[in-house]
Nanobody, 124 residues
Framework: VQLQASGGGLVQAGGSLRLSCAAS????????MGWFRQAPGKEREFVGT????????YYGDSMKGRVTITRDNAKNTVYLQMNSLKPEDTAVYYC??????????????????WGQGTLVTVSS
């Protein structure tokens, strides 16, 4: 599975962005999908995850209430909608895929495939 994240860019504080993660090589309909981020000098941080069916989602504390993960299995694409962005949300955002039937995956170690990341910069 190859994952390509896109949609990052520069946004002002309080603004919104929608990131996309397009998968190729294999259908990701049986994979849980996750989003992580890594800011300069910091460890990678869990943002959220969605089950293969899209019925279950779970979000990390740092962005809970401000992000929504959805997926379109017909398009082999997962989305991360981010609202009310803050300067501390500045990071490289990564999508990942975990082979997991109808469950969510929180730990980064549980993911089998990773995308290359897309940079989100939030200005104050």
């Amino acid at each position: 599975v190859q994952l390509q994240a896109s949609g990052g860019g520069l946004v002002q504080a309080g603004g919104s962005l929608r990131l996309s993660c397009a998968a190729s090589g294999r259908a990701v309909s049986t994979y849980a999908m996750g989003w992580f981020r890594q800011a300069p000098g910091k460890e990678r941080e869990f943002v959220g995850t969605i089950s293969w069916s899209g019925d279950s989602t779970y979000y990390g504390d740092s962005m809970k209430g401000r992000v929504t993960i959805t997926r379109d299995n017909a398009k082999n694409t997962v989305y991360l909608q981010m609202n009310s962005l803050k300067p501390e949300d500045t990071a490289v955002y990564y999508c990942a895929a975990a082979f997991a039937i109808n469950t969510i995956v929180v730990a980064s170690e549980g993911y089998d495939y990773w995308g290359q990341g897309t940079l989100v910069t939030v200005s104050s």
